[in-house]
């Protein structure tokens, strides 16, 4: 019986949080399905906002959050699942909807490149710090509002300015707690990895 003490694991830089899980295919795949499902589940958890088309949800909050643990490649993959899944038929975007067809699409759209964002950013150490985990977020939020306002405006015929009044500004004050819970959460995470390592 050996006594040596195994070795420390190094959490080296371009190190995500998913990538602390043993390596393997099967991983990558629970990973990826496990994302979209989380995506799909927060967006459970939805207001209506009155005189917007668009509800208050938990899903671009998964969406960030998916794709800075996964990084760039799992995180897109999640979310494109979230979305094709979505799109078939599965009724896990917000409100139980699914399909193409709704004004609040364009979101869906920019989670999935917001999350790909942001997961390439974690691989620069962007989630494990304060700071710079905040900047990743309110990056991520501002692609999901650039892909998503301009379709709802599209969608909707509404201006423009309407649309950033419908499908922008209601949303600020929830982003901004969002971002707070990640700013906390993700250091966190590698500070726990960190003892555990």
């Keep these: 019986m050996s006594t040596a003490a195994a070795p420390a694991r190094t ?4 190190t995500v949080l998913a990538d602390l899980i043993p390596a393997s295919r099967a991983r990558d795949i629970a990973l990826v399905v496990g994302g979209a499902a989380l995506t799909g589940l927060a967006a459970q958890i939805s207001v209506p906002v009155p005189g ?3 509800p208050v949800s938990g899903q671009t909050f998964a ?3 998916v794709g800075t643990a996964l990084g760039a490649r799992r995180g897109f993959l999640a979310l494109a699942l979230y979305a094709v899944a ?10 139980a909807s699914s399909g193409y067809g709704m004004p ?3 979101y869906i759209l920019g989670m999935l490149l917001a999350s790909t964002v942001v997961g390439a950013l974690a691989r620069r ?3 494990r710090s304060v700071l710079r985990t905040a900047g990743a977020m309110v ?6 509002y650039a892909v998503g306002v301009p379709y709802l405006a599209l969608a ?3 201006t423009f300015g309407q649309a950033v009044a419908a499908g922008l500004t209601p949303f600020l004050i929830g982003d901004a707690l969002k971002a707070a819970l990640a700013m906390g959460a993700l250091p966190a995470a590698w500070k726990l990895a960190g003892r555990k390592g």
């Design 139 to 144: 990056l991520g939020s501002a692609i999901i």
């Design 125 to 127: 150490g962007a989630d």
């Design 104 to 106: 609040s699409f364009g």
């Design 11 to 14: 959490l080296r830089a371009g």
């Design 86 to 95: 979505g799109m078939a038929g599965v009724p896990w975007f917000a409100q």
């Design 156 to 158: 909707t015929g509404m």
């Design 63 to 65: 969406a960030l959050l």
């Design 52 to 54: 917007s088309p668009v």
